[in-house]
């Protein structure tokens, strides 16, 4: 194979490394997506570890997915935060586009979720809160993120939960868009009635997620997607009784069918979420210090 080449990027990075394929000596698997694997590999001459998300370029290409993958590495390598995974560098070769990517050991949140059932509402603040703390920064510079779910939220070391995969990102400079896409039981209204979507999808999402960490299930659960749908566009799912009356009140917000009713795309943004009643004990200043200490920890 030639040299792998640094995919051109149009913008320099704090984060961005300069290495070659060469460099990385690449050892066992970690997971398995649709156009490829997730390996562990290892730059000898610095001694870091690093996950290697190798994509065949055959497959993309078969499912017409180029600009998918453009697309999410435009999008990460424009966002530097502590609670969004880094993408190091892009490379290739003559079979396949490697994203050398930021480590994270501590597996994802789904799989913490499913082992415990459902989460104390303190945990699932914790949780919701680095979400929040990651959408202010892509929301900043117009990123819809548009695939939040417990899978795509993958725990450090220390049991910080950062956001991963961004194949459904978009920056969205002028206005609406109209991709469906996302996980049936995380769309929103406006996305299965293809009436154009933008950043409101997220707090939606939110909604959805906050919803099933303390339920241990999602609030418009059914097991044909259909049927998931009509009731998402149904609208007001039940609030258990074991809610707090703020955690009610929040989900209720988030979870609005009229995007300019939703909170987070109203007045104030994220900081509207912020301010919300249910994080009004939090210590947002320790999580973005990282001086919190997390719910759980491998």
């Known amino acids: 194979a030639p040299e792998a080449s640094a995919v051109a990027s149009g913008e320099t990075e704090k984060f961005a490394i300069d290495i070659s394929l060469s460099d990385l000596q690449i050892k066992n698997t970690l997971g398995c997506g649709a156009f490829g694997r997730v390996k562990l590999c290892e730059n000898p001459k610095t001694n870091t570890f690093y996950a290697l998300k190798c994509q065949s370029k055959v497959a993309i290409v078969e499912s017409g997915l180029e600009e998918h993958v453009l697309n999410e590495m435009r999008v990460m390598r424009k966002v530097d935060h502590p609670l969004i995974a880094k993408l190091f560098v892009a490379l290739q070769d003559s079979k396949f586009i490697y994203f050398v990517l930021e480590l994270l050991q501590g597996g994802e949140l789904f799989t ?3 082992s415990k059932g459902k989460l104390p509402e303190q945990s699932a603040r914790f949780y919701s809160a680095s979400v929040v703390y990651a959408f202010a920064t892509l929301h900043a510079k117009r990123i819809a993120y548009r695939d939040l779910k417990p899978e795509n939220l993958v725990m450090d070391t220390n049991g910080y939960v950062k ?14 868009t109209w991709t469906l896409c996302g996980t049936p039981d995380y769309l929103a209204p406006e996305i299965i009635l293809n009436e154009g979507h933008d950043l409101a999808v997220d707090y939606w999402a939110l909604g959805v997620l906050i919803f099933e960490m303390v339920v241990g299930a ?4 059914a097991e044909d997607p259909m049927e998931v749908y009509e009731k998402i566009l149904g609208g007001n799912p039940a609030m258990p009784t074991f809610f707090t009356r703020n955690l009610a009140d929040l989900i209720k917000k988030l979870l609005r069918s009229q995007q300019g009713k939703r909170l987070g795309n ?4 994220t900081a509207a979420v912020i301010k919300h009643k249910w994080f009004s004990s939090f210590d947002w200043t320790g999580l973005e210090n990282a001086e919190m200490k997390a719910p759980y920890k491998q």
């Open 266 to 269: 109203t007045r104030g943004g």
């Open 218 to 221: 999602p609030p418009f659960y």
């Open 163 to 176: 956001l991963v995969d961004f194949g459904l990102a978009k920056q969205l400079l002028s206005g609406k």
């Open 112 to 114: 913490h979720l499913r």
